[in-house]
Nanobody
Framework: QVQLVESGGGLVQAGGSLRLSCAAS????????MGWFRQAPGKEREFVAA????????SYTNSVKGRFTISRDNAKNTAYLQMNSLKPEDTAVYYC???????????????WGQGTQVTVSS
């Protein structure tokens, strides 16, 4: 069992930055690939970024490439999403997720956090 708790969301002006954190419980954090997803009002949840177990491989949805950076610290059982040059269309609830195995696949997450709100004003 893995519990995920996100933090770091908030209100920011367009062009600003936020760093989201996802703290995981348990001693097997490094056995999981980690992902970030988001859901805007009236829209389906969408993939944002993922990172493999060691932090050596990452992937991003096209709309955030060059602006967002996913990372992890296995010693701290924490994953991060650094978000720069934020746009109003980035406004959403952001969720972290864990998938057992070395690399994120399309099989879906095994565990989800409760979400943190990010609001970008124009």
């Amino acid at each position: 069992q893995v519990q995920l708790v996100e933090s770091g969301g908030g209100l920011v002006q367009a062009g600003g930055s936020l760093r989201l954190s996802c703290a995981a419980s348990g001693r097997t954090f490094s056995s999981y690939a980690m992902g970030w997803f988001r859901q805007a009002p009236g829209k389906e949840r969408e993939f944002v970024a993922a990172i493999n177990w060691s932090g050596t491989s990452t992937s991003y949805t096209n709309s955030v490439k060059g602006r967002f950076t996913i990372s992890r610290d296995n010693a701290k059982n924490t994953a991060y999403l650094q978000m720069n040059s934020l746009k109003p269309e980035d406004t959403a609830v952001y969720y972290c997720a864990a998938q057992y195995g070395g690399r994120w696949s399309g099989a879906g997450a095994d565990y989800w956090g409760q979400g943190t709100q990010v609001t970008v004003s124009s």
